[in-house]
């Protein structure tokens, strides 16, 4: 699902090609990817390169570590809220595993996830003042009025809010509020990185079972 989402973001990159051969490569010959730092290793005629997601683009990697960061979360986020496009309600809420994990619960997770780092950490606030639940597990759970277009919509929204939380914010200024205890922004971001990117690896198997059924 994600890589497929990647696919859809972008045009096909192009190979940059030299005005000679290498040495031994026939010009009518299409070759693969070349490793980076075997400098001779010159494409010649490349076939088309796939699609890559929008962090790989010279726009991001020229850009300084904040910003990077930012790109990196933005990208996850964008690709699990997006596994549920196309779903009806009840594959969203179909559950898979023995867990509490469904796609919709996934997404509602994430929620919380961005109102843990972004409100609680950055403002001190309890999760009772916020309106998330005290343990985590508890957020994957999913009420009568969750719907797909309501839990997409509230995941948007925290994004935002997120966004703006830190957007003031420097990588090396701590965050007081999480339980674990100060942590700085550049910690937080990693950790939220890595937990969406498993989330969305937990997403594109659910998907998969469930768009191949």
Same mark, same amino acid.
């Given at each position: ?8 973001w972008?045009p ?11 040495r031994?490569?026939r ?34 990697? +020229?850009?300084?570590?904040? =910003?990077?960061? $930012? @790109?990196?979360?933005?990208e996850? %986020? ?5 596994? *549920? &496009?196309?779903?009806t ?12 994990t469904?796609?919709l619960?996934?997404?509602k ?5 961005e109102k ?32 797909? +277009?309501?839990?997409?919509? =509230?995941?948007? $929204? @925290?994004?935002?809010?997120?966004? %703006? ?5 420097? *990588? &090396? ?33 659910l ?7």
């Open positions: 699902m994600a890589v497929e989402r990647y696919l859809r972008l096909a990159v192009s190979v940059a090609t030299s005005p000679r051969r290498s031994g490569a010009a009518s010959r299409p070759l693969g990817p070349i490793s980076a730092g075997c400098s001779d290793a010159t494409v010649w005629n490349a076939a088309p390169m796939p699609s890559y997601p929008p962090t790989f683009a010279d726009q991001v990697v +020229a850009q300084p570590a904040r =910003a990077q960061f $930012e @790109a990196f979360l933005d996850h %986020r964008d690709a699990l809220n997006g596994c *549920l &496009d196309g779903l309600e009840e594959q969203a809420r179909r559950s898979l595993v023995t867990s509490r469904t796609l619960g996934l997404v997770h994430a929620t919380f996830v843990v780092w972004f409100d609680e950490a950055v403002t001190c606030r309890s999760r009772a003042e916020i309106g998330i639940p005290a343990a985590s597990e508890d957020s994957f759970i999913l009420d009568d009025h969750d719907t797909i +277009a309501t839990v997409q919509q =509230a995941h948007r $929204e @925290a994004c935002r809010a997120s966004r %703006r939380a830190t957007s003031s914010l420097g *990588l &090396d200024d701590i965050l007081h509020g999480h339980r674990r205890g100060p942590l700085p922004l550049r910690w937080v971001y990693l950790h939220v990185l890595r937990e969406l990117a498993q989330h969305c690896g937990h997403a594109d198997i998907r998969e079972q469930l768009i191949n059924e």
